[in-house]
């Protein structure tokens, strides 16, 4: 159920109530691919730095340990220790990133493992199931995400197949929580809108995927090559069409930069593997932009990353003696990294929420991206 509270131009604050508590909108979700955040931190971690959904991937847990494991072991939340909501992407993407190892069909797409190579075969029902095994807070429609670039004649074949399948993942869905042994019952399904850099062709796959009045809408196969504006111009195009009093989720963004344009054209739902990737490569997120620790310039820093941010790592600890550690190769580095970057995106949410309720998010968001861009002093 959302709610939206006010909104700021086209920038939404809401709330969805799920089962697993309430969301605050707009919201980054941490992700965790395989029931854990790479970088080695903890579920007691994401609560210390404001985490308020953890996304997991349903291709990754049905390879491995399978998703009946986890059913059996009382599903996702228990099994992994987190008593927040969860979102499952649908797998969908995985499965279409491994381009040369799988073929597509009418009832879903056969593929191989990257783990062990056999043969698995997903399509909208099998996805449903799995999520249903895991016991997600909000479980992902079955989608096809196409290449890009890729021609209109496929662009609409691919968007019409969505659409079918989006219709067998509701459908299944339905089914699946009325059975007696499913985990939670209250699952909820997004729909996924397609369609590329093809603007009617998005706007239209909108249009349709409203009339199933789902629990929310995410805007798929972005980020996948096009540039920055193109990205922005398809939300300006395609937000419109979709329900205002739904959440709105655009899937795998992305920069601070990028979440902040994409809050002002009315999405609230964000997730991607920047700051724990980032983190882990030895760079930090901060107001002032991107630092990589591994410079020189840091052998003597006694500051912390971000000077002000009280993340456990900034309160504890400074960039000289995190530079060491990437240095020596302590895996404590990345784990301090990704703590700091996760807790970075956290905030900034937070900060998004509130300067959208003070009506004044076209100057918050002026004022961040100015400081993105004076660099480190």
């Given at each position: 159920m959302y709610r939206l509270i006010c909104k700021d131009g086209n920038a939404k604050r809401g709330e969805v109530t799920t089962v697993h508590g309430t969301i605050q909108t707009p919201v980054f979700m941490n992700v965790g691919t395989a029931a854990a955040i790479k970088g080695a931190v903890s579920t007691m971690d994401l609560k210390e730095i404001g985490t308020q959904v953890e996304l997991s991937n349903t291709y990754h847990l049905h390879v491995r340990p399978g998703d009946k494991v986890v059913k059996q072991l009382g599903g996702l939340h228990k099994f992994m220790n987190w008593d927040r909501p969860i979102l499952t992407d649908s797998g969908g993407f995985q499965v279409f990133s491994l381009a040369g190892l799988r073929k597509i069909k009418e009832e879903g797409v056969t593929f191989q493992s990257h783990v062990d190579g056999r043969r698995i075969f997903m399509g909208p029902e099998e996805s449903m199931q799995i999520q249903s095994n895991l016991a997600s807070t909000i479980a992902m429609a079955f989608d096809e995400c196409p290449p890009h670039p890729a021609t209109r004649q496929y662009m609409e074949d691919s968007v019409a197949r969505t659409t079918r399948w989006l219709h067998r993942c509701k459908a299944e869905m339905d089914r699946l929580n009325s059975l007696e042994d499913t985990i939670n019952k209250q699952q909820m399904l997004f729909g996924i809108n397609q369609g590329g850099t093809f603007h009617d062709i998005r706007i239209e796959h909108a249009k349709t995927i409203t009339e199933l009045n789902l629990d929310g809408y995410a805007l798929g196969g972005l980020a996948v090559g096009e540039s920055h504006d193109a990205m922005y111009e398809v939300l300006e195009k395609t937000v419109p069409y979709l329900p205002v009093d739904k959440p709105t989720y655009l899937m795998g963004v992305g920069?601070?930069?990028?979440?902040?344009?994409?809050?002002?054209?009315?999405?609230?739902?964000?997730?991607?593997?920047?700051?724990?990737?980032?983190?882990?490569?030895?760079?930090?997120?901060?107001?002032?932009?991107?630092?990589?620790?591994?410079?020189?310039?840091?052998?003597?820093?006694?500051?912390?990353?971000?000077?002000?941010?009280?993340?456990?790592?900034?309160?504890?600890?400074?960039?000289?003696?995190?530079?060491?550690?990437?240095?020596?190769?302590?895996?404590?580095?990345?784990?301090?990294?990704?703590?700091?970057?996760?807790?970075f995106y956290n905030k900034m949410m937070e900060e998004i929420r509130e300067a959208i309720e003070e009506q004044r998010f076209a100057e918050y968001k002026k004022a961040k991206l100015a400081g993105f861009e004076e660099g480190d002093k």
């Open positions: 920069t601070p930069a990028n979440i902040l344009e994409a809050v002002e054209r009315g999405v609230d739902f964000f997730d991607c593997v920047y700051p724990a990737r980032n983190g882990r490569h030895g760079n930090a997120y901060t107001n002032h932009g991107k630092m990589t620790l591994l410079n020189a310039k840091y052998e003597l820093d006694d500051r912390p990353l971000d000077e002000g941010c009280q993340c456990p790592t900034c309160k504890h600890y400074s960039r000289a003696y995190i530079r060491h550690l990437l240095k020596a190769k302590e895996m404590l580095g990345l784990r301090l990294l990704v703590t700091h970057n996760l807790y």
